[in-house]
């Protein structure tokens, strides 16, 4: 059976650092959503006495992306085997648009494909797969979920989903071309004191609640924040000039998303959206305008079956 999936991008609206573990990991508050901005992830499955994976990598952004067993995709299904005590013969091939090091979730979401549609295939709950995921990596249990927008807390595995209204603005989103390395963020990170975290915390409740209700775009804007960026836009200078660059395009409104190195703005209306994506294209980065990706049933929403083709 062969299972076709679209795989999206997340942006994080909201990031504070709120604490560090023993194990040199750091605590977060988050909310994370997720963006129509996508890789397309094709997954060909039958049973067989022994297993056996190959993994195919195309599109504009394949040269980064290795097509070996270190490639998360990869290791999600030998995860999945792994966990079901399954065997199979597993083609996967992936159309790679989502750029890696983008602070966009790509590689995570990705391999939560994987195993969502492996589950389709040989009809595991996907549920069961959230401890899996979890051990993939901390952002790929927040695409096993069909919400748009999720909180996020502990190191970002603890997932709480937040519902949203009808009326949402629309992105655009600045990749640089450049990669940022998550840990070289986090080696520089210095925690907030907790004055600092009580402030944040307070305007991350004032978001969440703008979101719930679907508040006009303008009250958005002064809730968006990631404190990771005062650790990558002194660092790295390509950061920088597209976060300057896309605020001074869009009334000082800019984002960093995640640990770098995509930056992002919103914008009220999709028109709006494809004429400022449209403005800046001669920067040379990769500009895209973008939506927030809706899915609607747990884990059959952008799965097509393709057997018959």
Not at 24 to 32: A, D, I, R, V
Not at 202 to 214: M, S
């Amino acid at each position: 059976m062969k299972v076709t999936r679209l795989c999206p991008a997340k942006v994080n609206l909201f990031l504070e650092v709120t604490g560090k573990r023993p194990n040199g990991y750091h605590e977060l508050s988050t909310l994370f959503a997720k963006i129509d901005w996508a890789d397309t992830l094709c997954v060909d499955a039958i049973p067989a006495p022994c297993s056996r994976i190959t993994l195919q990598v195309v599109g504009p952004l394949a040269s980064k992306v290795p097509p070996t067993p270190s490639n998360l995709v990869w290791k999600a299904a030998q995860a999945f085997l792994d966990a079901t005590g399954l065997t199979a013969n597993i083609r996967l091939t992936l159309h790679k648009h989502i750029p890696t090091g983008a602070g966009l979730g790509g590689g995570s979401s990705d391999a939560a494909g994987v195993l969502l549609a492996l589950c389709k295939i040989f009809n595991q709950n996907p549920r069961k797969m959230l401890p899996v995921a979890t051990r993939l990596g901390a952002d790929v249990p927040l695409f096993m979920y069909p919400d748009t927008f999720l909180k996020g807390e502990g190191i970002g595995e603890k997932l709480t989903p937040v519902a949203c209204g009808k009326t949402l603005p629309y992105l655009v989103l600045v990749y640089p071309n450049t990669a940022v390395s998550t840990p070289s963020v986090f080696s520089r990170m210095k925690l907030p004191t907790p004055t600092e975290i009580l402030t944040s915390q307070n305007k991350f409740d004032k978001l969440l609640d703008v979101v719930r209700n679907g508040k006009p775009m303008e009250n958005w804007k002064p809730l968006l924040f990631n404190r990771l960026e005062e650790f990558v836009l002194p660092f790295v200078p390509a950061v920088k000039e597209a976060h300057a660059a896309l605020a001074s395009a869009n009334e000082g409104i800019c984002m960093m998303s995640g640990s770098g190195s995509t930056v992002f703005t919103l914008v009220g209306t999709k028109q709006h959206a494809q004429e400022l994506a449209a403005r800046l294209q001669h920067s040379g980065a990769l500009v895209f305008p973008a939506a927030f990706y809706e899915e609607t049933h747990y884990a059959n929403h952008g799965d097509k079956d393709s057997s018959n083709e």
